[in-house]
Each structure stands twice: as structure tokens, then as C-alpha cells.
T-cell receptor, first 111, second 113 residues
Framework: GENVEQHPSTLSVQEGDSAVIKCTYS??????FPWYKQELGKGPQLIID?????GEKKDQRIAVTLNKTAKHFSLHITETQPEDSAVYFC??????????FGKGTRLHILP | EPEVTQTPSHQVTQMGQEVILRCVPI?????FYWYRQILGQKVEFLVS????????KSEIFDDRFSVERPDGSNFTLKIRSTKLEDSAMYFC???????????FGPGTRLTVT
């Protein structure tokens, strides 16, 4: 069935360093890969997405890459700040369809 | 900035009772979704809804579950004969007709005792 694998499950980085989260997906028909950030007690918040016609996308300190051949995609956060501490979910899907979530990565930014 | 809202934020119910979780999607959105997240686990898809009918449902969405758009603004999830294992955070999401992005509400925490 459709599945998204995500790792690591927990990541601690020093403030100012970079964080990388990696995911793989199983459904070859997926063409949309949004990333969500979830803070305690809140719903998932869309932070960046990438579509299968693009290999890389950047928005300020956040970048995502996609390798459709290998079915890999990843999130890079540079110059991490305390407010980056949260749970991050990689997801995959198609327009109008459900989103399949990974298990999440709990990111801790250490002072 | 428009956002998806959900009520109540926390619902406690006894096993066997019926609950209705309410969502107000963003006003110009036409696709609606329910997801749930059991504590410490991944977010799971329940159902998608478009043009006043269910587009897709998961195996979680058994015949105890139903969805409705009773008016132009609300989207509800009803769970009949609740079970202990229904305890979870339930998220509503919505999107426009031509975009990819789904926007999530803050969730309703359902506790079945």
C-alpha cells in the first residue's frame, strides 16, 4: 500500500547548525510532496512543498529536494533557530487526493 | 489570514455514545478532509469529500463514521457507538479546487472513556 518512511524520528542540533530530514515514498503516482510543521497542541502547518516536475525548491532557510527516480525527498533547514523546534512531517500525494504522512521527526534546537 | 477552525477543542465522551466534531473550512475551499492522529503516532487519512459526496475513505472510516456538509460553511464528522480506540486528535483540512495545498485546522482531541 501507499507508505511514507521518514527518518530520523528524533533530531537534536545546535542552534545555528543545519538539520536534514529524509523520506522515501512508495506510490509512483505521487506528484506532490508537502512538508508540515506541528507545534505542541496545534494542527499541522504547511511550510513548503515540492512537485514532481521540480528537483529542488528553496524558501529562505528551508529547502526541499526530490529524487523521483529513487522516490526520495528531503528537508534541509539551515541556520536553525529555537523556534524551529517542532515535529516535522513529510507527506506525499496527488492534487485533490489524500495526503500520506510519515511518522514525523521531532526536532530539538539546542541552545 | 483565513484559517480552518474546529470545535470543540476537546471532547470527552463515554464508550457507546455519539459525537459530532465540527469544522469550518476556509470559505472558498471546495475539497474537505478528515484525518486523525492517535497519540504518538502518524497522522492518518479518514475521508475526503467533494461536491457533496465522499470521494475516498480509508479502512478506518467504518460504518460508524459519517460526514456531512449541512450548510455552506460547516463540515462535520459524526462517530456513532464510540469505542476506546477512537480516542485521538481529529484534524479537518480543506483546499481550493485548483490548488494542491491542504490547510489543516487545530484539531479536536476526542477522549473516549
Amino acid at each position: 500500500g501507499e507508505n511514507v518512511e521518514q527518518h530520523p524520528s528524533t533530531l537534536s542540533v545546535q542552534e545555528g547548525d543545519s538539520a536534514v530530514i529524509k523520506c522515501t515514498y512508495s506510490d509512483s503516482a505521487s506528484n506532490y510532496f508537502p512538508w508540515y510543521k506541528q507545534e505542541l497542541g496545534k494542527g499541522p502547518q504547511l511550510i513548503i512543498d515540492i512537485r514532481s516536475n521540480v528537483g529542488e525548491k528553496k524558501d529562505q532557510r528551508i529547502a526541499v529536494t526530490l529524487n523521483k527516480t529513487a522516490k526520495h525527498f528531503s528537508l534541509h533547514i539551515t541556520e536553525t533557530q529555537p523556534e524551529d523546534s517542532a515535529v516535522y512531517f513529510c507527506t506525499s500525494g496527488r492534487r485533490d487526493d489524500k495526503i500520506i504522512f510519515g511518522k514525523g521527526t521531532r526536532l530539538h534546537i539546542l541552545p | 489570514e483565513p484559517e480552518v477552525t474546529q470545535t470543540p477543542s476537546h471532547q470527552v465522551t463515554q464508550m457507546g455514545q455519539e459525537v459530532i466534531l465540527r469544522c469550518v473550512p476556509i470559505s472558498n475551499h471546495l475539497y474537505f478532509y478528515w484525518y486523525r492522529q492517535i497519540l504518538g503516532q502518524k497522522v492518518e487519512f479518514l475521508v475526503s469529500f467533494y461536491n457533496n459526496e465522499i470521494s475516498e475513505k480509508s479502512e478506518i472510516f467504518d460504518d460508524r463514521f459519517s460526514v456531512e456538509r449541512p450548510d455552506g460553511s460547516n463540515f462535520t464528522l459524526k462517530i456513532r457507538s464510540t469505542k476506546l480506540e477512537d480516542s485521538a486528535m481529529y484534524f479537518c483540512a480543506s483546499k481550493t479546487a485548483y490548488s494542491y495545498e491542504q490547510y489543516f485546522g487545530p484539531g479536536t482531541r476526542l477522549t473516549v472513556t
